[in-house]
C-alpha cells in the first residue's frame, strides 16, 4: 500500500520561504509519477507541480519562478522549495502519486494516492 505523508507545513509571513517534504513508500508498481497539489480555504484543489516520469516539471503559472520541486532517484522523497510566498499561497498541500506504468496525466483526477496533507499559512 502506496503512503504518503507529507511535512514542513507552518506559517509564515509574505516574502519568506517553506519547504515541504513528502516520504513516499509502499510502491506496488514499477513507476510513479509525483507532485504536489494544494487547496486554499473555500477553493477547489490545484495542481502545484508535477514530475513526469522521464524527470521533467511542470508548475502551475501561479507559482512558477518561485517554487522548485524536486525528488530522489528512487522517489521516496519529493521536495517542494517555496520561496517569495504570497497570502494566496495559503492552503493545505497534498502529495500525490499517480502509477506511471503507461505514462501520467498529471492530473488531480488521475492521481492513485494522496498524503493526508501540510498546512501552509501565509499572513499579509
Known amino acids: 500500500q502506496v503512503q504518503l505523508v507529507e511535512s514542513g507545513g507552518g506559517s509564515v509571513q509574505a516574502g519568506g520561504s517553506l519547504r515541504l517534504s513528502c516520504a513516499a513508500s509502499?510502491?506496488?508498481?514499477?513507476?510513479?509519477?509525483l507532485g504536489w497539489f494544494r487547496q486554499a480555504p473555500g477553493k477547489e484543489r490545484e495542481a502545484v507541480a508535477f514530475?513526469?516520469?522521464?524527470?521533467?516539471?511542470s508548475y502551475s503559472d501561479s507559482v512558477k519562478g518561485r517554487f522548485t520541486a524536486s525528488q530522489d532517484n528512487a522517489k521516496t522523497t519529493l521536495t517542494l522549495e517555496m520561496n517569495r510566498l504570497k497570502p494566496e499561497d495559503t492552503g493545505m498541500y497534498y502529495c500525490?502519486?499517480?502509477?506511471?506504468?503507461?505514462?501520467?496525466?498529471?492530473?488531480?483526477?488521475?492521481?492513485?494516492?494522496w498524503g493526508k496533507g501540510t498546512l501552509v499559512t501565509i499572513s499579509p
Open positions: 514530475i513526469d516520469t522521464d524527470g521533467s516539471i
Open positions: 500525490a502519486a499517480e502509477i506511471g506504468v503507461a505514462g501520467c496525466m498529471g492530473e488531480e483526477s488521475g492521481m492513485d494516492h
Open positions: 509502499g510502491y506496488t508498481y514499477s513507476v510513479y509519477c
